[in-house]
Structure formats: C-alpha cells, structure tokens
C-alpha cells in the first residue's frame, strides 16, 4: 500500500470521528506518526526475538562508492566509501537493521565493527574478505572483490521509509519519477496498516481531540468567585 493512501485512510477517519476541530496536521505529520508506529511495532517484534519482517525491508538500489582515501587504491589496501550518507536505519541494542550490503548481483560482503578492522585483517581465515562497515552515516568497503567495484546495494530497515525511497537516484529515469512524495510502497504488511491506523485512532486522535477542546475554553480554567 502506498503510503499516501495509508495517510488518506487516516485522514477519512479522523474526519468521521472528530467534529470540527479547526486544527489540521500536515501530510509531514501524519507520515512521522506512522513512521513512529512502525519502529514501535517492529521493535517490539525483536524484543520477542522474532526477527523483522522481509516487507519491512527497502532497498537503495545502486550505491555509488568512491575512494575513501587520495591513496594508490591495491587489493588488500584498498577502502571505499559511498558517496552519500545512508539514511538512518532502526536500531536495536545500538545494532542498525541492515540486512544485506555487497554487489548489486547479490553477492553479500562480511560485516565488520569500525574499531575491528584493523584487527580483522590478521585473521587467519578471513583477513582477506571483502567486509563492511558503518561510520557517521557512510557504508565503508573494506578489501573490494576489485578496485573498479563502483556500486552497491544495501538493503535494511530504515527509521524513515521516505527518505529511504528518495535515496535511489540510480534508479530513477528523472526528477519526476524521484520525487514522488508519499506515493511510494510503504515497507508494512497490510496486517500492520490497519493495526497502525488503530492505534493512531485510539491514541493520537484522542490527545488532538483533547487539545481541540482546550483551544476552545481558550486554555482557561473557569474563574472562581
């Protein structure tokens, strides 16, 4: 489901079950919110040792990779990193959801905490992988398959499906098809839509139906003689 209907459902809800509030919330808003119920219902889901769901999983496309250095660039010395930052993943235990990062054919490279890497290189067995790390946002390549590696993929769950969606630049035809706002695939099974939009009609509309009602008193208590 697209989120901006996932937004119009909302929206039709709230519209039947509030009266005239005069208060509105932007399309924005309302996408934070799900956003927030998502990574709520996904967390919760770890916390009970199941693992995410594949539908909560987004891909952003072909990554372009660079030097990370202006050094000679030899396999076995060599680091990339990609050129943009990555938008931000859910966490768990400090740990971002990233489910797969390696060659746009599929071939998965090893991951590897920032402050091992120097370490894992003297590893018997598996000094000479191609491995991955994570720093201020960027996917570092460490031991390419090849110098010329200049793509790829990385999938995960991200904290905010939109900013995830926008990302894949490689895989747009042109700006229009980029930029296409909340028309996107939302990474949520259908199960999930409808329990978000519950929680939402139980929760947030009940704390805006109270706001609403002391923007009419005017925020006053009634006086007392």
Known sequence: MLQSEIIYNIKNLRAGGLQSTGEDLSDA????????????????????????????????????????????????????????TIPSFLEFNSTALITFVGTIDGQPFQFSKENRLLWDQFAKYTG??????????????????????????????????????????????????????????????????????????ETEFRILQTIAQDDLNDGQSPNRR
């Not at 919110?33 to 496309?61: E, F, H, N, P």
């Not at 994570?134 to 904290?159: A, H, M, Q, S, W």
């Not at 996107?184 to 999930?192: N, W």
């Open 29 to 84: 808003q309302y996408a934070f919110i799900i956003d927030y119920y998502r990574a709520k219902l996904i967390k919760q889901d770890i916390d009970r040792g199941k693992q995410s769901r594949s539908q909560d999983v987004q891909s952003l496309g072909k990554v372009t990779l660079l030097k990370s250095t202006d050094d000679c660039c030899e396999i076995g010395e060599c680091t990339l990193r990609t050129v943009l």
């Open 128 to 201: 000479k992988l191609t491995k991955w790390s994570i720093n201020n946002d960027y996917i570092y390549i460490t031991n390419p398959p090849t110098t010329l590696l200049k793509y790829i993929t990385i999938r995960g769950v991200f904290e905010h499906p939109k900013l995830a969606n926008e990302f894949k630049t490689c895989d747009c035809e042109d700006e229009l098809t980029c930029n296409r706002g909340y028309d996107f695939e939302y990474p949520l099974s259908l199960d999930r839509v409808d329990l978000i939009v519950k929680l939402i009609a």
